[in-house]
């Protein structure tokens, strides 16, 4: 696998594509590498429509109000009942942005 580290400008014929990658694209191309190899995406909501995967950490998603016009990547393919703030995320959730273990 090819490897990229620093400014992107750097390599300007690596996008979409599987590479070793550091910075704030780094889910995107894990995501990418592992539709290459037939692992799709699924759901990770509780039976509440909570979230296990918390994407903008707790901090900011327990204030982040879903308003009925937004066109934010974020809530774009959520369905309506999808919840915000104190019921954004699972009690159980696995996955939290800028925590590490």
């Known amino acids: 696998m090819d490897h990229e580290y620093g400014d992107r400008k750097n390599f300007p014929n690596s996008h979409g594509i599987c590479v070793d990658r550091d910075g704030a694209t780094e889910e995107k191309v894990t995501s990418k ?4 190899v037939g692992v799709l995406p699924e759901e990770t909501v509780d039976n ?3 979230e296990y995967v918390v994407p903008l950490g707790i901090p900011f998603s327990l204030t982040y109000k879903r ?7 974020f809530w774009r393919l959520k369905p309506q009942s999808r919840g915000d703030m104190e019921n954004c995320c699972s009690s159980k959730a696995w996955g939290i942005h800028g925590y590490k273990s």
């Open 33 to 36: 590498c592992l539709k290459d």
């Open 67 to 73: 308003k009925p016009t937004s066109s934010s990547w």
């Open 48 to 50: 509440m429509q909570q």
